[in-house]
């Protein structure tokens, strides 16, 4: 799609992404990566006797799944050739994701500007839903932006 086409989409959800399974594995990869041990993500009997039930994920293991997400759900723009993390307006994690749970995007383009020519930065109100759950794991106003052709 050109960028004219994607501005069009201002104002409208613009893709949902699939599930995506959160695991004991990948949360024990995240504590490891980030340092984060914490027993309510890594222990599930201590986690068990929590009122999470057991163990559950990080909620910056979540947020970084809006990368996978995005990909999967998003329009391509013709032109791109890279895209970069601005940012968050916003972002609040509302519900916890327990180990066995699946999760996905749901993407509102609200706003996407030309900054300069061949870059443009988009601002996407992103809800990752549980599934089976009505409260979402998190809430956010994402900030993106895009360099097209050489310039990237």
């Not at 086409?5 to 695991?23: C, H, K, M, P």
């Not at 968050?88 to 749970?101: C, E, L, T, Y």
Request: aromatic share 10%; proline share 4%; with cysteine.
């Amino acid at each position: 799609m050109t960028l004219e086409e994607f501005q069009r989409l201002v104002g409208q959800e613009v893709g949902v992404s699939d599930w995506f399974e959160i695991t004991q594995d990948q949360i024990d990869a995240f504590a490891q990566a980030t340092h984060d041990h914490q027993f309510i993500h890594v222990d599930p009997e201590a986690a068990a006797k929590t009122p999470f039930g057991g163990t559950i994920a990080h909620g910056f293991l979540t947020l970084s799944l809006l990368s996978a997400m995005v990909y999967d759900a998003l329009p391509a723009v013709d032109g791109v050739t890279m895209g970069v993390n601005y940012g968050m307006n916003r972002m609040r994690f509302i519900s916890p994701v327990k180990v066995g749970s699946r999760v996905r995007g749901r993407f509102v383009l609200t706003d996407c500007e030309t900054s300069k020519p061949g870059e443009f930065t988009t601002i996407t109100d992103v809800t990752v839903e549980i599934e089976g759950q009505d409260k979402p794991a998190l809430v956010a106003e994402w900030i993106g932006r895009r360099y097209m052709g050489e310039a990237a």
